[in-house]
């Protein structure tokens, strides 16, 4: 995934379309999820629990974030440790499908009270999550010596936790059986740390120095970081689960200290980059890491007992925050690098197998994707996060607003993103031409 690693292996990839499938459908999905915001509008702020905010929230974390995530899992795994995720070419497309259709029929289901259609999704969605998370344990398992193997495997143990608490409620929704509202906010938080904050550590260990150019992470931080976070999780889950206050506290400042501590150092790494030119990515990256550090503060406000998390409004400025001013930013910054580089990759082999390889000049990464573009979908990314902030906090049309601000920030991220395939197939076309 990182032109010039020395330690890199990237004979060890899978095909290029079986990450790069994702990565194209994911933004599509998570478009539809801030189309419906803007449609269901005020519905959506009345409660965290209304159907039709948690089917456009999930459109955003199943169908674009985990879609990316899995994808980048089965990219990056191999190429860092050596170690390939066994049966990488169906084991892709397989849990793809599941987590696309199933994505969309739960959130239909959700925002239209179809419980028949509630259930179908969560067999999709339990089925393909099952199936990547089988394979990815597995490799994780054997890379566990490497720090982002291991923190991948933690966030891989970590979606299982969420994937079954995910699936039960499913089941709830669809009548199936008794609904446990009650754990909702143990399925948020392997979520947003476990899942999302784990794999982002590990896969930034790796893409931080190298993309931005920046010094590499402390020895420490990648061997332990992301073990107390995960036994943070843990032991907050086990202390809210058995009533144990103190137990609880312990495990979230872990936790939450893990997150804030990698967002800091982040920061701090990217301030002393050795190449200062601006690049989206690096804005990206570093718009999620003070989200995160914007998160911890209200977590500790609401800690301080300054601010009600169990209210609505401050619900969801911390899931907005996390999910799309962390989560959204740092996959979409991710996302501008890897999928240039796999087409330029993909021609570059082309090449060296060519009979004439100096016939035909092929496209670099900067070409394959223009800086313009980009830029300005950023901003609309930006856009987007406020706008949900201040949804969040006055509801109404804000809602709409933020729904419609958070399509076209997506879909302008598919255009961008299709346009780095469709030239790189101009490339191809050329080469094969010329071979």
């Given at each position: 995934?990182i032109p010039?690693g020395?330690d890199l292996r990237?004979?060890?990839?899978p095909?290029?379309w079986?990450p790069?499938r994702?990565?194209?459908?994911?933004?599509?999905l998570?478009g539809?999820?801030?189309?419906?915001l803007?449609?269901v509008g005020?519905?959506?702020?009345?409660?965290?629990?209304?159907?039709?905010l948690?089917g456009a929230l999930h459109?955003?974390?199943?169908?674009f974030l985990?879609?990316?995530?899995?994808g980048?899992?089965?990219?990056v795994l191999p190429v860092?440790?050596?170690v390939?995720v066994p049966?990488a070419?169906?084991?892709?497309?397989a849990?793809?499908?599941?987590?696309?259709?199933g994505?969309?029929?739960?959130?239909l289901?959700?925002?239209?009270?179809?419980g028949v259609?509630?259930g179908i999704g969560g067999?999709f969605?339990?089925?393909?999550?099952?199936?990547?998370?089988?394979?990815a344990?597995?490799?994780?398992?054997?890379?566990r010596?490497?720090p982002t193997?291991?923190?991948?495997?933690l966030?891989?143990?970590?979606?299982?936790v969420?994937?079954?608490?995910?699936?039960?409620?499913?089941?709830?929704?669809?009548?199936?059986m008794?609904?446990?509202?009650d754990l909702?906010?143990?399925?948020?938080?392997w979520?947003?740390?476990?899942?999302?904050?784990?794999?982002v550590m590990?896969?930034s260990?790796?893409?931080?120095?190298m993309?931005?150019?920046?010094?590499?992470?402390?020895?420490?931080?990648?061997?332990?970081l992301?073990?107390?976070?995960?036994?943070?999780l843990?032991?907050?889950?086990?202390?809210?689960?058995?009533?144990?206050s103190?137990v609880a506290?312990?495990?979230a400042g872990?936790?939450?200290?893990?997150?804030?501590v990698?967002?800091?150092?982040?920061l701090?790494?990217q301030?002393h980059r050795r190449?200062?030119?601006?690049?989206?990515?690096?804005?990206?990256?570093?718009s999620?890491?003070?989200?995160?550090?914007?998160?911890?503060?209200?977590?500790g406000?609401?800690?301080l007992?300054?601010?009600?998390?169990?209210?609505?409004?401050?619900a969801?400025?911390?899931?907005?925050?996390?999910?799309f001013?962390?989560?959204?930013?740092?996959?979409?910054?991710?996302?501008?690098k890897i999928v240039?580089f796999?087409?330029w990759?993909?021609?570059?082999?082309?090449v060296?197998?060519?009979?004439?390889?100096?016939a035909?000049?092929i496209?670099n990464m900067?070409?394959?994707?223009?800086?313009?573009?980009p830029?300005?979908?950023?901003?609309?990314h930006?856009?987007?996060?406020?706008?949900?902030?201040?949804a969040?906090?006055?509801?109404?049309v804000?809602?709409r607003?933020?729904?419609?601000a958070?399509?076209i920030?997506?879909?302008?991220?598919?255009?961008?993103?299709?346009?780095?395939?469709?030239?790189s197939n101009?490339?191809?076309?050329?080469?094969?031409?010329?071979g």
């Amino acid at each position: 995934m990182i032109p010039g690693g020395g330690d890199l292996r990237f004979d060890r990839m899978p095909p290029r379309w079986v990450p790069l499938r994702a990565f194209l459908v994911a933004p599509v999905l998570g478009g539809l999820g801030g189309l419906m915001l803007g449609i269901v509008g005020d519905r959506a702020a009345t409660s965290r629990y209304a159907g039709e905010l948690i089917g456009a929230l999930h459109l955003v974390t199943l169908g674009f974030l985990t879609l990316v995530m899995a994808g980048a899992v089965v990219q990056v795994l191999p190429v860092v440790t050596g170690v390939p995720v066994p049966g990488a070419s169906w084991v892709g497309p397989a849990s793809q499908l599941g987590v696309a259709v199933g994505s969309l029929a739960m959130a239909l289901g959700l925002a239209s009270r179809w419980g028949v259609v509630v259930g179908i999704g969560g067999v999709f969605v339990g089925a393909g999550l099952a199936v990547f998370a089988a394979a990815a344990m597995a490799a994780a398992w054997r890379a566990r010596r490497n720090p982002t193997g291991r923190a991948m495997g933690l966030a891989v143990v970590s979606l299982v936790v969420v994937a079954g608490l995910g699936v039960t409620f499913l089941a709830g929704h669809a009548g199936w059986m008794t609904l446990r509202r009650d754990l909702t906010d143990v399925h948020l938080a392997w979520a947003l740390i476990g899942w999302l904050g784990l794999l982002v550590m590990g896969v930034s260990f790796q893409v931080v120095p190298m993309f931005q150019v920046t010094p590499h992470y402390p020895r420490g931080i990648q061997r332990l970081l992301p073990g107390v976070g995960f036994l943070g999780l843990v032991g907050w889950t086990v202390g809210r689960l058995e009533r144990w206050s103190a137990v609880a506290a312990v495990g979230a400042g872990l936790a939450i200290g893990a997150m804030a501590v990698h967002a800091a150092t982040t920061l701090w790494l990217q301030a002393h980059r050795r190449r200062k030119l601006r690049d989206v990515t690096t804005d990206d990256w570093r718009s999620g890491m003070v989200s995160v550090l914007a998160a911890t503060g209200v977590v500790g406000a609401g800690a301080l007992g300054v601010v009600d998390l169990a209210r609505t409004g401050p619900a969801l400025t911390l899931g907005a925050l996390s999910v799309f001013g962390f989560g959204v930013s740092v996959v979409e910054g991710m996302l501008y690098k890897i999928v240039p580089f796999l087409s330029w990759l993909h021609l570059q082999n082309l090449v060296s197998h060519a009979d004439r390889p100096s016939a035909v000049r092929i496209r670099n990464m900067r070409q394959l994707l223009p800086g313009v573009g980009p830029r300005r979908q950023f901003a609309a990314h930006v856009v987007a996060v406020v706008a949900l902030l201040v949804a969040a906090a006055a509801g109404g049309v804000w809602m709409r607003i933020a729904g419609a601000a958070l399509a076209i920030d997506l879909w302008w991220l598919a255009w961008e993103l299709a346009g780095v395939v469709r030239r790189s197939n101009q490339d191809r076309r050329e080469v094969l031409r010329a071979g």
